[in-house]
């Protein structure tokens, strides 16, 4: 494992994790090299996550867009809602291998910290979670659910209190704890291994789509797009196909617009830089410091994007798109009422961008558009910004 | 020789321990930094240490990150180095800069290295960038006459100390304990082999830092065979609370503790 994409990724790190992300580097060679290893976990995903999650055939958004054919690979139907189970447990089961007891994760929306209390919960590891302090009340089901699952939620209450700093809390924690414990990252992103093995472990969306449109149109899709926060299910639905023709699109979240700084448009906007451990793009100022991202979905509202991204933007590979908060909402209500399916906002990011590219394909063409998430634990946020609107 | 070497080996002749003061620039104003500074190197500091704030400072407690969030309300990249400039004029003792990557890349790493050295800066401690990712900011360092920093903690591998040693410039940064700035015990049992590994590659003066706030915890380090303490959140306390007449007693206590090793 090289650790870099182009320019891109590394181990800037504090000395002391240095130790730590060497083991797991090994560890993860030789699992992934391991055929009991590689069962385990891909009975888990198809015994407990219900994979392969399907591709569905949007028949009426199809004809709604009025271009090529649109295909919606459901993440939102996995096991706890979202893609990020597929990550959680493979990085759960690498910690025991590893021999240690404890799985610390930060969380955002929640989604991580839920899929990373659900993975413990099932394979018997202590679990922490740090979280902002602004995102524990934004999201207070995902803490409850988490507390349910037997996981200790800490509210992180420095810098913006939300994921970037829930980050640097955890990444604290493990400092102080990398004996016993390992840190399961929650997207691409953080030093060298994790982009890979995040990428490696969310690789299953990317795999499916291939072996499910090979069986639903005979070939492959002409497009695919994933919504882009840190990442992760747009590595997974991307490595998988980069060697491929398909053209692929990324979606951030240009939250209230890319005039001002409300967004989270990473690649966008931003330039590179270091942050957790990783060198990739980042929203920050003129100085070096890292700004606020915003979006209205949490789990987007990231100012770093993981390196392979930063990688696949400079060369070309994927084109990365953005769409705003409105967007976004009009998307989600649009999939509601045309196919039954309340995506999650950030998966709503997707959809938003879908239309034009569809639109600028032949009807005989495919287009893949991952919905990562269903859009259950948005429901009071949308519905407190439609009452206010 | 570069002044951080000439001081290090004026001390060891002595037989005395080298004492690094960490304060954060622009806390609780750029003045009041520059004047504790000042205040530590009066009252026995050997060598100074000027925080650059970060807005994500991972490798630091709490005492720390506040004060890099109080610090960056008024804060900006020409304050921190007209406050290396201004220490450079005051005192004669080698000032290094602790920055993590980020605000040292931001404008371009090598222009920022070299107005860093102008302005009289001796070395760079970046905790966020060990020795593998430290090859190209030793040789852009080197040309500027800056000491890259280098570390080693209660993990470091073995396998890695003779890179670290051959890399080593000036001293070797050692972290005290499993944990960020200003937490409470130390792990003395695991860091002190990897020391002694570490020096069986090169005899390269150690100073150990985190969690080393008093005289009795920096006497500990000293009679453990260190060749000095790094001394940071509570010197960044002492300020805060009774300004740099506090930073002046919190040094001259832990220079006593330091001094009292025979």
Known sequence: MSGRFGAYGGQFVPETLMAALSELETAYSEAMADRAFVDAYEDLLREYVGRPTPLTHARRLTERFGGAQVYLKREDLAHTGAHKINNTLGQAL???????????????AGQHGVAAATAAALLGLECEVFMGSVDVQRQ???V????????????VESGSRTLKDA?????REWVRSVRDTHYAIGSVVGPHPFPTIVRDLQSVIGREVLRQSEAAFGGLPQAAIACVGGGSNAAGLFAPLASTPVALYGVEAAGAGLHGHEHAATLTRGRPGVLHGAYSY????AEGQVQEAYSISAGLDYPGVGPEHAHWHDSGRVRYLSATDEEALEALHLLAREEGIIPALESAHAIARAGEIAQSLPKEAALVVVVSGRGDKDLEAIRAREASA | MTRIQETLQRLRAENRAALMAYLCAGDPTVEGSIEGLAAAAQAGADILEVGWPFSDPVADGPVIQAASERALRHTRREDVIAAVAALRQRVAQPIAVLSYCNPLISAGRDETLHVLAQAGADALVVPDLPMEESAAWRQAAQAEGLAITQFIA???DAQRLPHIAEAADGFVYAVALLGVTGSAEDSAESILPVVDALRRHRDVPVLAGFGIGDGASAKRWRSRGLDGVIVGSALVQALAERGPEGVRRAVREIRAGLDSVG
């Open chain 1, 94 to 108: 690498l910690c025991q291998r590893m021999g240690k007891h404890r799985l610390i994760a930060e969380t955002g």
């Open chain 2, 154 to 156: 209660p993990t470091t």
């Open chain 1, 140 to 142: 207070a089901p995902n």
């Open chain 1, 167 to 171: 980050t640097n809390a955890a990444l």
């Open chain 1, 282 to 285: 980042l929203l920050q100022d």
């Open chain 1, 144 to 155: 409850y659910r988490m507390e349910l699952l037997g996981t200790r939620v800490h509210a």
